[in-house]
């Protein structure tokens, strides 16, 4: 069969005009343009939340005390300054003068344990003094900076019925501003009566009782029924002072006390200190001792204990009188020369104790 030629002629034509209908039309069909991605204004991708739900804590999230009252910016009168033995003038020759009595729990060690002086933690007196609603004990230091670097916590023992176990101990910790603080404080108390081992006046190594065992008071974690109970705060000078504010219905109108400095344990569950070691794993800082130097009971100094609402009758365990007062002191320095020493106050041989010149010793 013989096809016309004009056949593929026409067939060649179409061909050619489909191509260019087509072409046309990409031609005309526009292009869309991606324009880049603005990261300043581009919007967040939605955060993940982690398992577990757990926030962190943060200044707008922590609990908010209100307090309804609080202690006086200045303080009333002192009262009787109770004076303890410093260290300030043997400090160079790594030895303390005298005051120190495993014994009886009295501590005269404001010393590393290499026998270094930390004056900000040796204890020149405290007082007492109150009004309406307050207690205010001060502390006199031989130091400027409550705030030493190493960490002294400050303390105020108190005991109720003069039996030598505190029932109290007002438990203060770095760091001290000159405003009234409560998140410093906490207060502990003895509630099995073991803070002094099994005996006040003897020394027990191997006591393993929890001393002040119950915290009633936390001012920094919001603790207690009372949010106002107790404050702390330092005042700056060349002999710094560490004060104490504390509601007096705590303790009422009777009571013995007295104050302690501690950059060593720090430990209130395992007062008294002199019933958890033998004497020589403490160690003396008299350098006459048998002891000397200090071993594993270092950098703390406390005091005796002074009555307030009542009269020492002579017995008082702890407390500030003569026959309780030990100044042990050594009687020779490093040559074997004698030493000198001064009698305590109230040693004079007339009712206030008998004092030894040779072992500076108030019997």
Same mark, same amino acid.
């Given at each position: 069969m013989n096809i016309p030629k004009f056949f593929y002629l026409y067939?060649?034509?179409v061909l050619v005009v489909n191509q260019a209908c087509a072409l046309s039309f990409f031609a005309d069909t526009p292009v869309p343009v991606v324009d880049s991605v603005d990261t300043a204004t581009a919007e967040p991708a939605a955060e993940v939340e982690e398992p577990g739900g757990n926030e962190t804590p943060t200044a707008t999230n922590l609990p908010v005390i209100d307090h309804a009252v609080r202690p006086g910016e200045t303080t009333p009168p002192p009262g009787k300054l109770i004076a303890d033995v410093e260290s300030s003038s043997t400090a160079a020759e790594e030895r303390a003068?005298?005051?120190?009595?495993? @014994?009886?729990?009295? $501590? &005269?060690?404001? $010393? %590393? @344990? =290499?026998?270094?002086?930390?004056?900000?933690?040796?204890?020149?007196?405290? +007082?007492?003094? /109150?009004?309406?609603?307050?207690?205010?004990?001060s502390i006199e230091l031989l130091g400027d900076n409550p705030n030493n670097s190493l960490g002294i916590n400050?303390?105020?023992?108190?005991?109720? +019925?003069?039996?030598?176990?505190?029932?109290?101990?007002?438990?203060?910790?770095?760091?001290?501003? *000159? &405003?009234?603080? *409560?998140?410093?404080? %906490?207060? $502990? /108390? =003895?509630? +099995? *009566?073991?803070?002094?081992?099994?005996? *006040?006046?003897?020394?027990e190594n191997v006591f393993s009782g929890d001393g002040y065992d119950s915290l009633v008071f936390d001012g920094g974690a919001g603790l207690g029924s009372d949010p106002d109970l107790a404050w702390a705060r330092m005042v700056e000078g060349q002999k710094a002072l560490v004060q104490f504010a504390f509601k007096r219905s705590l303790i009422g109108s009777f009571f013995t006390l007295g104050v302690v400095s501690d950059a060593g344990l720090k430990d209130v569950s395992k007062f008294d200190y002199n019933d958890r070691f033998?004497?020589? /794993?403490?160690?003396?800082?008299?350098?006459?001792?048998? $002891?000397?130097?200090?071993?594993?009971?270092?950098?703390?100094?406390?005091?005796?204990?002074?009555?307030?609402?009542? &009269?020492?009758?002579?017995n008082e365990p702890k407390a500030c009188q003569p026959d309780l007062e030990s100044v042990d002191?050594?009687?020779?320095?490093?040559?074997?020369n004698p030493l000198s020493c001064e009698?305590?106050?109230?040693? =004079?041989?007339?009712?206030?104790?008998?004092?030894?010149?040779?072992?500076? &010793?108030? /019997?």
């Open positions: 067939i060649v034509f003068p005298y005051g120190d009595s495993y @014994k009886i729990n009295r $501590f &005269e060690r404001p $010393f %590393q @344990k =290499d026998m270094v002086y930390i004056p900000d933690m040796d204890i020149l007196n405290f +007082n007492l003094s /109150q009004d309406e609603d307050w207690y205010y004990v400050y303390g105020v023992e108190i005991d109720l +019925n003069l039996d030598g176990f505190g029932d109290y101990i007002i438990w203060a910790h770095p760091p001290y501003t *000159v &405003e009234w603080d *409560v998140s410093i404080v %906490q207060v $502990f /108390q =003895d509630s +099995n *009566v073991d803070s002094g081992g099994s005996s *006040v006046t003897q020394s033998d004497e020589a /794993q403490a160690g003396s800082p008299i350098r006459s001792k048998e $002891f000397y130097p200090l071993g594993a009971l270092y950098a703390v100094d406390n005091t005796c204990w002074e009555a307030y609402g009542f &009269e020492v009758v002579g002191a050594p009687t020779n320095d490093d040559q074997g009698p305590p106050p109230n040693c =004079d041989g007339n009712g206030g104790g008998a004092y030894d010149p040779n072992t500076c &010793e108030c /019997q």
